[in-house]
C-alpha cells in the first residue's frame, strides 16, 4: 500500500447522521472477490430510487470524481464488514471527514490507506460553506484547505504515521518476533489459558 | 551491596488501583511502542465465512496461521436454515466451501454446516469452553464483545486484522478509557438484559461510549445469568463502545466448568485462583461513570433505523421538536423509512412478522422466556425461530419448545445467523415490519427496505401473539 502526506481532490458533502456499513455496502455484496471491485456496490440502496435507479440529487451521484467525503456524525458504526471501506477506496475516496466514526471503521480505513479525519462540526460547517474547487488534505499538518478556509482535523499520531508511510503492519509486527516469542514462552506455563482437548 | 529499599513512590505506583481493563490489558501487552499503541497476544481467534478476505490477504503473502490451535472456524454467516443437504444458491455454498477449504489447508478446528457443535460464532465460543475468563478473543464480527461477559477482552475487528492474526497471534491495539455503567437496584417483571441495553444506548445514544471500554456493574448485572450477561455485552457495540465486559464471579465459573475446551483438573484449580483477581480495585478511576435506576426500566423497543431512537414500551414515539437538535433529521428520515408517526403510542404498531434468534438472543434461556409467552396461544403472523447452535437447538427440542413454537404457527429452523443479516437469504421483504430479538434496525439490514424493531425475545413473542407491538408484562406466563 502506498504511503502518502498530502492529498488533492474534490470534495463531496454527504450530511447524513448515523451512516452504518450496512448501508456502505449491502450485506448482498460481501460474498464476492475483491477483484470484482467494490465500488459499484457504495453506498448501493442509499443512492438509488425504489425503483432501483440512482436518484440524481443524491450527492454523490451527482460528483463522480470525488476523493474527498464530508459525512455526518457516527459514520461507518455498526458491523466490522472492511468491505465498507473497500467500496469506499473503489469508489475513489481517499479521506473521509466527519465528526465521530465508528471504532473499526476507523482501523479499518487507515489499513487501507484511508483517512478517517475527525473534525468539529463548526469545521465541517465551514468547509461545506463553499464546496466548489479542490481540497488539500494535509496528514502532517492535520488540515485540510479549501479556496476560503483552512480547518483543522484529528487524526491518532499512530495512525498518520501509518499512512504516511503506507505502512504493512504485518511486517512491522514480524520485527518484534523475538518479543512475541517470549510472550509465548510464558503463556504457554499458564496451561490453563489453551485450548483443552 | 547493600539491599536497597524500595522508594516510597514505587510503593504508591504498585498499590494504585487498577481496573478489570487495566489487569486484562496487562496481562496481554507484549510490546508498547512510543506512541502508546500496545501489541496484545489474541488467545482465541474466530473465523467464519465472511474472514474469506483475511485468508486471501494471508494466501497472498504467502503466509501461514501463526497459531491454528488457537484459530477457530464456524460455517455461521451465510449457512442456510432450511435445505442444508442441497444448497441451492451458489454463492452461499462457496461461502461455506471456502472457508472449509481455508480451515482445512491451515489445520483448523472447524464447526461447520454438518458438524454438531455448529452455531453462531458468540454462541458457540462460550458454549465450548473456548470463552475463558481473562482471555483476550477477537473475531472479524462486531459482536465479539459478547464474550467480555466473561470477564474476557474480546473485540471485533476488519479483515485487515483478522488476516494480522492469522499470520501473527497478535494485534496492534491501543488501550482504551474505560467506562463504568453501574445498574443499581433490580430489574422489575418482564425486563431483560435486552432492555437494559437499549435502555442505555437510548439514554446515551449510539456513540455514548464511542472508543471505550465499558464495564457493566451493580446489582442488577450480577443479578443476570451468563446468558443475560452476554445478551448486555453484545450490545455494547451498539452504543459506540469497542468492548463490554463485566468481571467473572461463582456464576460465570459455574457456566465454565466442564466444557470441553475448558480447562480441567490442576489447570482449573489454576485458573479460578487467577480469575478471582480478576476485578476492579476499589478506587479505580474510570474515564467515565455512568449509573443507571435498574428498577426504572421498562421493557424497550426501537422505533427508527439507530439503535439509540428506542423507548420504553408505555411511551409515546418522540417528538421531533423535542429531541436535540442533532437528532432531528435522522430521526424524520428515520420516521419516513419505517412508515410510523411521532406522538403515536408504540404499543399497537402492527407487525407483518416476527424472528427469535441471533448471538444477541438466540440463546436456550431465550428461547424459553419466548415459549412461556407462546405456550398454548397462536401466533397472528408468521415468524422465524433460529436457535443460537445445533446443541441449544437439540436441548430446546428435548424441552419441547420446538413444539410450543410450531404449534403456535412459528417456523423452527436451523441455527445460523438468518435473519439478523440476511446474508443467507433469510430476508424481510421491502416494506415489511418485522419485530425482531436481534442487535441492529439499521435501513435494509434485514433485506432491502425492511423495517426492524428491536426488543426481547418474549416481547417478539407477545408481538407475534397480538400482530402488534404489545407490552410482554400484560400477558403474563400461561
Ligand atoms: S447473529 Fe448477527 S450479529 Fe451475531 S454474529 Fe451473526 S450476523 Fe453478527
Known amino acids: 500500500m502506498p504511503g502518502w502526506t498530502r492529498h488533492t481532490g474534490q470534495a463531496v458533502h454527504l450530511p447524513l447522521e448515523n451512516v452504518d456499513t450496512d448501508q456502505l455496502i449491502p450485506a448482498r455484496f460481501m460474498s464476492r472477490p475483491r477483484s470484482d471491485g467494490y465500488g459499484d456496490y457504495l453506498l448501493y440502496d442509499v443512492r438509488r430510487n425504489d425503483d432501483g435507479v440512482l436518484s440524481p440529487d443524491f450527492p454523490i451521484n451527482q460528483n463522480a470524481g470525488a476523493s474527498i467525503l464530508i459525512a455526518g456524525g457516527n459514520f461507518g458504526s455498526g458491523s466490522s464488514r472492511e468491505a465498507a471501506v473497500y467500496a469506499l477506496v473503489d469508489a475513489g475516496f481517499q479521506v473521509v471527514i466527519a465528526p465521530s466514526f465508528g471504532d473499526i471503521f476507523s482501523s479499518n480505513a487507515v489499513n487501507n490507506g484511508v483517512c478517517p479525519a475527525r473534525m468539529s462540526r463548526e469545521g465541517i460547517a465551514r468547509l461545506t460553506d463553499a464546496m466548489a474547487g479542490t481540497f488539500v488534505v494535509d496528514l502532517e499538518k492535520r488540515t485540510i484547505n479549501s479556496d476560503i478556509a483552512t480547518v483543522s482535523f484529528e487524526l491518532d499520531d499512530s495512525w498518520a504515521t501509518k499512512l504516511i508511510n503506507g505502512w504493512d503492519d504485518i511486517d512491522l509486527t514480524l520485527q518484534h518476533a523475538d518479543q512475541i516469542a517470549q510472550y509465548r514462552a510464558q503463556r504457554s506455563k499458564q496451561n490453563w489459558a489453551w485450548p483443552q482437548n | ?478
Request: aromatic share 6%; hydrophobic share 45%.
Open chain 2, 1 to 478: 551491596m547493600l539491599p536497597f529499599p524500595a522508594p516510597p513512590f514505587m510503593c504508591i505506583f504498585m498499590e494504585k488501583p487498577s481496573t478489570l481493563l487495566d489487569k486484562l490489558w496487562a496481562d496481554h501487552e507484549i510490546f508498547r511502542r512510543d506512541d502508546g499503541t500496545s501489541l496484545m497476544w489474541v488467545d482465541r481467534h474466530l473465523v467464519h465465512e465472511g474472514s474469506h478476505h483475511a485468508f486471501a490477504k494471508l494466501a497472498a503473502r504467502g503466509a501461514d496461521v501463526a497459531e491454528p490451535a488457537l484459530t477457530f472456524g464456524v460455517a455461521d454467516h451465510y449457512v442456510p436454515t432450511r435445505g442444508r443437504a442441497d444448497i441451492k444458491d451458489p454463492d452461499i455454498a462457496r461461502m461455506i466451501a471456502t472457508l472449509e477449504k481455508n480451515a482445512q489447508a491451515h489445520g483448523l478446528t472447524l464447526f461447520g454446516l454438518r458438524d454438531p457443535r455448529q452455531g453462531i460464532v458468540h454462541v458457540v465460543g462460550p458454549e465450548q469452553g473456548l470463552t475463558l475468563p481473562g482471555l483476550m478473543i477477537n473475531c472479524g464480527d462486531s459482536h465479539t464483545s459478547t464474550h467480555g461477559a466473561f470477564g474476557a477482552l474480546a473485540f471485533g475487528i476488519g479483515a485487515t486484522e483478522v488476516a494480522h492474526v492469522l499470520a501473527t497471534q497478535t494485534l496492534w491495539q491501543r488501550k482504551p478509557p474505560a467506562m463504568r455503567i453501574t445498574f443499581e437496584g433490580d430489574l422489575g417483571f418482564g425486563v431483560t438484559a435486552k432492555d437494559m441495553a437499549l435502555g442505555w444506548i437510548a439514554e446515551l445514544g449510539a456513540d455514548g461510549a464511542r472508543g471505550h471500554a465499558v464495564e457493566y456493574a451493580g446489582a442488577a448485572v450480577d443479578a443476570l445469568d451468563m446468558a443475560g450477561r452476554m445478551t448486555l455485552c453484545n450490545l455494547s457495540i451498539e452504543g459506540g463502545a469497542r468492548f463490554g465486559m463485566i468481571a467473572p464471579d461463582a456464576k460465570t465459573y459455574q457456566y465454565v466448568k466442564g466444557r470441553a475446551f475448558a480447562p480441567k483438573g490442576d489447570d482449573w484449580d489454576a485458573a479460578v485462583a487467577y480469575w478471582a483477581t480478576l476485578r476492579t480495585d476499589a478506587n479505580a478511576p474510570f474515564a467515565s461513570e455512568v449509573r443507571i435506576n435498574a428498577s426504572a426500566i421498562a421493557p424497550t423497543v426501537t422505533w427508527g433505523t439507530s439503535p439509540e431512537q428506542a423507548v420504553p414500551i408505555d411511551a409515546d414515539l418522540p417528538d421531533i421538536a423535542a429531541l436535540p437538535k442533532d437528532k432531528r433529521a435522522a430521526a424524520e428520515a428515520a420516521y419516513d423509512y419505517m412508515g410510523l408517526r411521532p406522538g403515536a403510542p408504540v404499543a399497537g404498531t402492527p407487525v407483518d412478522q416476527v424472528f427469535i434468534g441471533s448471538c444477541t438472543n438466540g440463546r436456550l434461556e431465550d428461547l424459553r422466556a419466548a415459549a412461556a409467552i407462546l405456550k398454548g396461544r397462536k401466533a397472528r403472523v408468521p415468524g422465524l425461530v433460529s436457535p443460537g447452535s445445533a446443541l441449544i437447538k437439540a436441548q430446546a427440542e428435548a424441552e419441547g419448545l420446538d413444539a410450543i413454537f410450531i404449534l403456535a404457527g412459528l417456523e423452527w429452523v436451523a441455527s445460523g445467523c438468518s435473519m439478523c443479516v440476511g446474508m443467507n437469504g433469510d430476508l424481510v421483504e421491502p416494506g415489511k415490519r418485522c419485530a425482531s430479538s436481534t442487535n441492529r434496525n439499521f435501513r435494509g439490514r434485514q433485506g432491502l427496505g425492511s423495517r426492524t424493531h428491536l426488543m426481547s425475545p418474549a416481547m417478539v413473542a407477545a408481538a407475534a401473539v397480538k400482530g402488534e407491538i404489545t407490552d410482554v408484562r400484560t400477558m403474563g406466563e400461561t
